[in-house]
């Protein structure tokens, strides 16, 4: 279900709000790697997650706006 209620919520954004999405979503994907090399990372399945997020959220803005 968290899947469905997250795609329904991308789905709705404008296109300028998917592309500030996909950067957020980007930068925290970059910190999290930086954090984890470092080892100060503890909750390591956050960069799995947003990785999907990111790639659900750069899906979306194909199908919509390419």
Do not use: C, P, W
Not at 9 to 28: A, D, N, P, Y
Not at 32 to 42: D, V
């Amino acid at each position: 279900m968290k899947t469905r209620d997250y795609l329904k919520g991308i789905r709705e954004l404008t296109e300028e709000g998917l592309r500030e999405k996909i950067r957020s979503l980007s930068e925290e994907r970059m910190k999290l790697r930086f954090r984890a090399a470092s080892g100060q990372l503890n909750e390591t399945h956050r960069i799995g997650e947003v990785r999907r997020e990111l790639a659900r959220a750069k899906t979306v803005y194909s199908e919509k706006f390419e």
